[in-house]
């Protein structure tokens, strides 16, 4: 399971690359403590200086081998009753404080439901249960790649939720996630993201921004998209 394997890398820092095979892996873990459960505080946390690569058939013996398109890996909220909704992880991803070089690239992430009225702490940070179904980026700036935010609902960024962030973030695609701001994406307190080659679609807010909404001083870069 990912959700192992990321665990690991917390104390082992000889791990600095995982590769996944196709399929679809769903959050073991609890967020802030990294405890087994099954409730919908779960989420694949990012480890500092670690990259995740998806797309593999299982083979390969080259990073350059893969293909994230044919061979689909899917991060999965989905953790309760398959199909409904309301049980669902409040995040798929969660990137909090520095973590170096980490990466994430060649991955779905699906089916979180960030509707909470509290928050958690992650590596000292606070992460709102109401924002970032599917990427919750506080004061983090990891590098995300060829993944796609997709059928995720969140209060606020359902897709993403960048607070003091400014990560790199290529060739992504934005779908059909749903909100009250920001359906695609929010970017908040002076984030910087830079966002090129990206594919941003069919995301709704009842407010404003469904597609990206962006406030408090934030300035992303967007190129090619």
């Known amino acids: 399971e990912l959700a192992d394997v990321l665990k690991a890398a917390k104390t082992n820092s000889a791990i600095t690359e995982i590769w996944v095979a ?8 609890e967020a802030s403590t990294l405890g087994c459960s099954s409730n919908r505080d779960n989420a694949f ?68 439901t960030a509707n909470g009225g509290t928050s958690i702490t992650v590596n000292s940070k606070t992460v709102s249960k109401s924002g ?14 060829n993944c796609s935010f997709i059928l995720n609902y969140g209060s606020a960024g359902a897709g993403m939720f960048n ?8 060739n992504c695609s934005f779908l059909r996630n749903t909100s009250t701001s920001g359906g695609g994406m929010v970017n908040v307190n002076a984030s910087t993201p830079t966002i090129t ?18 406030s408090s001083g934030s300035s992303p870069a967007i190129t090619n998209s």
């Open 163 to 170: 607070d003091t962030a400014s990560s790199l973030i290529t």
């Open 45 to 112: 946390v990012l480890v500092n200086n670690v990259k995740i690569y998806g797309g593999f058939a299982g083979g390969e013996t080259l990073l350059s081998q893969r293909n994230w398109v044919s061979n689909l890996t899917t991060l999965s909220g989905d953790i309760g009753t398959t199909g409904d909704s309301t049980d669902n992880c409040y995040h798929v991803v969660v990137s909090a404080g520095a973590v170096g070089i980490a990466a994430l690239d060649g991955f779905t992430v699906t089916k979180a």
């Open 22 to 29: 196709k399929g679809t892996y769903y959050p073991l873990y």
């Open 132 to 145: 970032g179904g599917g990427l919750y980026n506080v004061s983090s700036a990891p590098t995300i790649s």
């Open 197 to 214: 080659n990206c594919f941003i679609q069919g995301n709704s807010a009842s407010g404003q921004g469904g597609g990206m909404f962006n």
